[in-house]
């Protein structure tokens, strides 16, 4: 199937500091990319898609000064968290489907963000 | 509301039994229905994927129904492998232009020797 890498895997930063994640489609070009949030024993709970060449949208309830989402290839979206709290603890996940309508979504191998 | 319900929460069996994993859903309509295995600490891995009008369909060990009449779906996983132990994930994507798919909350698989 197809390849979705996201990077990195795991990542420690100190509060007030900012945290880029990068979502790459490596074998098709996605036009659209998702983001997803998942605490420990929850299902994924999306946060924004991601669109190339335009802005994100956002899910109700997700500050997107807070987190910024940059689509700016078919096969790259970057997931910034900007002046990381602990509370931002979590495991993002990214995915992308070839094709227009998400007929079959790839996922990202997720980022375990640990801000202390 | 558009919502994705699976059962149980949670499961514990041993190595080489077989265990069903249940999935309702109340998306209507639909364009397809997913079940996607999660390792802990890693992101979901397609393991089947239906449409509408499929009944059935297999990937090795793992074969998953699908009936729209009653809105159920189930994984049936034969032959059991302690790498089976993960979180297993009904998702079924709505037939409509967001593009957004709604999640199970999942069903934790525990496989023990």
Redesign the interface.
């Known amino acids: 199937?197809a390849v979705?890498s996201?990077h990195p895997s795991r990542v420690i930063c100190k509060s007030g500091t900012s945290v880029k994640i990068e979502c790459r489609s490596l074998d098709f070009q996605a036009t659209?990319m998702?983001w997803y949030r998942q605490f420990p024993?929850?299902?994924?709970m999306?946060m924004a898609?991601s669109n190339e060449g335009s802005k994100a949208t956002y899910e109700q309830g997700v500050e997107k000064d807070k987190f910024l989402i940059n689509h700016a290839s078919l096969t790259l979206s970057t997931l910034t968290v900007t002046s990381a709290h602990p509370e931002d603890s979590s495991?993002y996940?990214c995915?992308a489907?070839p094709g227009k309508?998400?007929?079959?979504?790839?996922?990202?191998?997720?980022t375990?963000l640990t801000v202390v | 509301k558009n919502q994705v319900e699976q059962s149980p929460q949670s499961l514990i069996i041993l190595e080489g039994k077989n265990c069903t994993l249940q999935c309702n859903y109340t998306v209507s309509p639909f364009s397809n229905l997913r079940w996607y295995k999660q390792d802990t600490g890693r992101g979901p891995v397609s393991l089947t994927i239906m449409t509408f009008s499929e009944n059935t369909k297999s990937n090795g060990r793992y074969t998953a129904t699908l009936d729209a009449d009653t809105k159920q779906s189930s994984l049936h996983i034969t032959a059991s492998q302690l790498s089976d132990s993960a979180s297993y994930i009904c998702v079924v994507r709505p037939m409509d232009s967001s593009y957004k798919l709604i999640f199970g909350s999942g069903t934790r698989l525990l496989v023990r020797p």
């Open positions: 199937g979705v996201q659209t998702f024993k929850q299902s994924l999306l898609t495991f996940i995915s489907s309508w998400n007929t079959e979504a790839f996922f990202g191998q997720g375990r």
